[in-house]
């Protein structure tokens, strides 16, 4: 019992380092790499790499191409169209079960981190805004996301997440996005503080057709 315990904690180690290599850029959009590199990039034994590989698959992660090895999740028109599209679904039930629920704290918080970070972009070193920027861009997707209060529905908010790092390391942010980014969400986040349903459904959806935009997709 110890051994298979031990076996699933390093399968669970290992999955959890190609996490925060495809959410780091570590591993990129479309990359192509062995079983061999993989177990080298994420230092640890082949067996629970494998374990590792077959869940970040069932996840659309990655995908194992015959004669080619593993590729990384690419961040094509049809795969951002759908890991938004899942996102704003998910933003948009979150958004109403908080407002139904009167379930608004840490409002102000989010509302001061946009706005700083607002006013940085036209102030601070381009270079060093857009780190901080997805920080804050993620920070209100959260509180949405936590807003299901449903663990299956967590649980996929949080796949899907992966998928979008990915993306987002295909195309970061650059000045004029995080200024436009931060309004959008200023605007979903008012619409919750006046508890105004329909603006934040229409903020959310406001949202995910610029960043679409954004990001080239039709």
């Known amino acids: 019992m110890k051994d298979a315990n031990k076996g699933e904690l390093l399968n669970d180690k290992a999955f959890q380092a190609l996490v925060e290599a495809l959410r780091s850029g570590s591993l990129r959009n479309g990359q192509f790499l062995s079983m061999s590199q993989l177990v080298d990039q994420l230092d640890y034994p ?17 995908t194992t191409v015959p004669k080619r090895g593993l590729q990384v999740m690419e961040a094509s028109p049809d795969n951002i169209r759908e890991c938004l599209d899942v996102r704003l679904v998910l933003d948009q039930e979150g958004a109403r079960r908080r407002i139904s629920q009167g379930n608004l704290e840490g409002l102000d918080a989010l509302r001061r981190r946009h706005e700083t970070m607002r006013d940085e972009v036209r102030t601070g070193p381009a270079a060093s805004l857009p780190p901080k920027a997805i920080e804050v861009d993620l920070s209100l997707h959260t509180y949405l996301g936590e807003g299901l209060g449903n663990s299956l529905l967590s649980a996929a908010y949080a796949a899907n997440r992966i998928r979008i790092a990915v993306i987002q ?15 959008e969400h200023l605007a979903v986040i008012e619409a919750l503080e006046t ?20 990001w080239g997709v039709p």
């Open 46 to 62: 082949i067996a629970p790499v494998r374990e590792a590989v077959k869940y970040a698959s069932s996840q659309g992660f990655l």
């Open 169 to 183: 390391h295909a195309r970061p942010f650059l000045a004029d996005r995080i200024a436009s980014a931060m309004d």
């Open 195 to 214: 508890r105004n349903e329909a603006a934040a459904v229409q903020a959310l959806k406001y949202h995910c057709e610029q960043t679409l935009r954004w």
